[in-house]
């Protein structure tokens, strides 16, 4: 049976523009991860990885008019949105040519041999290397810095893993592009190109997670695709860790000192923040509590207006159009659900943005109105209206594990009472914000893109330095004679790396 083509979509008629590539088979699924197994040696040279890494973005930001043009004609993301988001993934590969450089993320440990102690220690050293060939799932909504050349890539990269890529099926055309730029910036530098492998097709990603000879895997999608991945992950004789993004409502809470304070401009941020990208960020604020009264009736009479002079938007393809209209009309017929600004089908291609109140009191029990605190992905939030601090504590207790978590306060409140709310907030989310809008992932060292389940699937980030994390491990050499001992840990620290030596840095 002939293998089934591969074609670009355009979202905005939904009409195929070109035919990219066909889906691979599980013989062509097996001949990429033994490739990237092969070549995993490659990657030892830290300097070389590193420099790698930078050719890379350099590549990527020269392509730029090319890669934008393709994304967006595939993705309906616009060129300003794409504009930045290929600068930020251009960035993240520099990011991580930098801590590749530093060496920290090798996290050194040297303890020399002790007789006083008890029991005696024997010379034990410690670093972590990288696992294997890592296999990443690209996003839909990130065609570039969730894709490709994106988070999982780069960190697997740097960290010295071989990366095989299951390309979306929303944007084949800009992976196959970028994928073209990363296999050019490793011929550059003397590496391989099987470092870097794209694969198209369902079946083809379940037999990836599946292969013995993948060890470990990143995911950025949907709830139901990706805990059919981390079950395959777990099913396997040999289980591998398989760091997955699944889902987020990203609940907020507005203060009433805070609604009385500023808020209109409450409002106007929190439309601007649901309706970024058609509502398809993965930080998108899905639940909001706001309180009943004047103030929260200020609130949304400004979000009212901020959503309604949005225009119809196209999502990513029509099957998500689809799943947005049945959405929003179901949670839209529920007892005591009001829309003020209706949220569903713009016309054939597009939607509208809208919005959805409700009583919290309506939420604190199990019932049907659980639906109301499930990821809706497009242009819509829930607005709770709370009529106790009680009712706030009741509907927190009951959401699943978020990417982040909002607290909006009052200039009164920053004293410190509202530390009780922001303490309910912390065990919800992976990132907690106060006074802003979380839709906004700054690749920064301190960051942390993960959450509770089912945000992610582990506790680790897909943004910023530490993500390097996910696809290392530890391992100790004990009374092992310097040279046998890798360079990283003998005595004379040769590459003048950052460890810790006796419990002391150095």
Same mark, same amino acid.
Request: with cysteine; hydrophobic share 40%; net charge negative.
């Given at each position: /049976?002939?293998?089934?083509?591969?074609?670009?979509?355009?979202?905005?008629?939904?009409?195929?523009?070109?035919?990219?590539?066909?889906?691979?088979?599980? #013989?062509?699924?097996?001949?990429?991860?033994?490739?990237?197994?092969?070549?995993?040696?490659?990657?030892?040279?830290?300097?070389?990885?590193?420099?790698?890494?930078?050719?890379?973005?350099?590549?990527? =930001?020269?392509?730029?008019?090319?890669?934008?043009?393709?994304?967006?004609?595939?993705?309906?993301?616009?060129?300003?949105?794409?504009?930045?988001?290929?600068?930020?993934?251009?960035?993240?590969?520099?990011?991580?040519? #930098?801590?590749?450089?530093?060496?920290?993320?090798?996290?050194?440990?040297?303890?020399?041999?002790? !007789?006083?102690?008890?029991?005696?220690?024997?010379?034990?050293?410690?670093?972590?290397?990288?696992?294997?060939?890592?296999?990443?799932?690209?996003?839909?909504?990130?065609?570039?810095?969730?894709?490709?050349?994106?988070?999982?890539?780069?960190? =697997?990269?740097?960290?010295?893993?071989?990366?095989?890529?299951?390309?979306?099926?929303?944007?084949?055309?800009?992976?196959?592009?970028?994928?073209?730029?990363?296999?050019?910036?490793?011929?550059?530098?003397?590496?391989?190109?099987?470092?870097?492998?794209?694969?198209?097709?369902?079946?083809?990603?379940?037999?990836?997670?599946?292969?013995?000879?993948?060890?470990?895997?990143?995911?950025?999608?949907?709830?139901?695709?990706?805990?059919?991945?981390?079950?395959?992950?777990?099913?396997?004789?040999?289980?591998?860790?398989?760091?997955?993004?699944? !889902?987020?409502?990203?609940?907020?809470?507005?203060?009433?000192?805070?609604?009385?304070?500023?808020?209109?401009?409450?409002?106007?941020?929190?439309?601007?923040?649901?309706? /970024?990208?058609? !509502?398809?960020?993965?930080?998108?604020?899905?639940?909001?509590?706001?309180?009943?009264?004047?103030? &929260?009736?200020?609130?949304?009479?400004?979000?009212? #207006?901020?959503?309604?002079?949005?225009?119809?938007?196209?999502?990513?393809?029509?099957?998500?159009?689809?799943?947005?209209?049945?959405?929003?009309?179901?949670?839209?017929?529920? %007892?005591?659900?009001?829309?003020?600004?209706?949220?569903?089908?713009? &016309?054939?291609?597009?939607?509208?943005?809208?919005?959805?109140?409700?009583?919290?009191?309506?939420?604190?029990?199990?019932?049907?109105?659980?639906?109301?605190?499930?990821?809706?992905?497009?242009?819509?939030?829930?607005?709770?209206?709370?009529?106790?601090?009680?009712?706030?504590?009741?509907?927190?207790?009951?959401?699943?594990?978020?990417?982040? =978590?909002?607290?909006?306060?009052?200039?009164?409140?920053?004293?410190?009472?509202?530390?009780?709310?922001?303490?309910?907030?912390?065990?919800?989310?992976?990132?907690?914000?106060?006074?802003?809008?979380?839709?906004?992932?700054?690749?920064?060292?301190?960051?942390?893109?993960? !959450?509770?389940?089912?945000?992610?699937?582990?506790?680790?980030?897909?943004?910023?330095?530490?993500?390097?994390?996910?696809?290392?491990? *530890?391992?100790?050499?004990?009374?092992? %004679?310097?040279?046998?001992?890798? *360079?990283?840990?003998?005595?004379?620290?040769?590459?003048?790396?950052?460890?810790?030596?006796?419990?002391?840095?150095?």
């Amino acid at each position: /049976m002939a293998a089934a083509p591969v074609w670009s979509v355009d979202p905005r008629t939904g009409n195929p523009r070109e035919q990219v590539a066909v889906e691979a088979t599980a #013989e062509e699924v097996d001949r990429a991860v033994r490739a990237a197994h092969a070549v995993r040696g490659a990657l030892a040279d830290r300097t070389v990885r590193a420099a790698f890494l930078r050719t890379a973005a350099d590549l990527l =930001a020269e392509a730029q008019e090319h890669v934008i043009e393709a994304a967006d004609a595939e993705t309906a993301l616009g060129p300003a949105r794409l504009t930045g988001e290929l600068a930020r993934t251009a960035a993240q590969l520099r990011a991580f040519a #930098e801590v590749v450089d530093e060496g920290a993320y090798l996290d050194i440990h040297i303890d020399h041999e002790d !007789g006083s102690r008890t029991p005696p220690w024997p010379d034990l050293r410690r670093y972590k290397i990288p696992l294997g060939v890592v296999a990443v799932y690209a996003a839909s909504n990130f065609p570039l810095a969730f894709s490709v050349p994106g988070g999982d890539t780069a960190s =697997a990269l740097a960290a010295g893993c071989p990366v095989v890529v299951k390309a979306h099926p929303d944007h084949p055309a800009t992976s196959e592009i970028c994928a073209s730029l990363l296999r050019r910036a490793a011929a550059q530098h003397g590496l391989p190109e099987d470092v870097l492998t794209v694969l198209h097709g369902f079946e083809a990603g379940v037999e990836l997670v599946k292969h013995p000879l993948v060890s470990a895997a990143g995911f950025t999608g949907s709830i139901r695709g990706g805990r059919a991945l981390f079950d395959a992950a777990a099913a396997r004789p040999a289980p591998i860790p398989f760091h997955g993004e699944l !889902g987020s409502l990203n609940p907020v809470v507005v203060t009433e000192a805070a609604a009385t304070e500023r808020g209109e401009q409450i409002g106007a941020g929190l439309g601007g923040s649901m309706t /970024m990208g058609a !509502g398809q960020f993965c930080t998108k604020p899905g639940f909001v509590f706001a309180p009943s009264g004047e103030a &929260g009736d200020q609130l949304l009479k400004s979000l009212t #207006e901020t959503v309604s002079g949005t225009g119809a938007g196209v999502m990513l393809d029509h099957r998500m159009r689809d799943a947005f209209v049945r959405g929003v009309a179901e949670r839209a017929a529920l %007892p005591d659900v009001e829309a003020p600004v209706t949220p569903g089908a713009g &016309g054939e291609h597009t939607v509208a943005a809208g919005f959805l109140t409700v009583p919290a009191q309506r939420l604190v029990q199990e019932g049907p109105h659980d639906a109301l605190l499930e990821e809706c992905f497009g242009p819509v939030t829930v607005v709770a209206r709370y009529d106790s601090a009680d009712e706030i504590t009741a509907v927190l207790s009951r959401l699943p594990g978020n990417l982040t =978590a909002t607290l909006h306060i009052a200039t009164e409140e920053a004293d410190g009472s509202a530390a009780g709310l922001l303490a309910e907030l912390t065990p919800v989310a992976g990132r907690v914000l106060v006074n802003g809008w979380p839709t906004g992932v700054a690749v920064a060292p301190a960051q942390h893109h993960g !959450g509770p389940y089912p945000a992610t699937t582990s506790t680790s980030t897909s943004v910023g330095a530490t993500a390097i994390e996910r696809w290392l491990r *530890p391992v100790s050499y004990q009374s092992t %004679p310097e040279a046998l001992l890798p *360079p990283e840990l003998r005595e004379d620290n040769p590459q003048n790396l950052p460890r810790r030596v006796d419990g002391r840095r150095s």
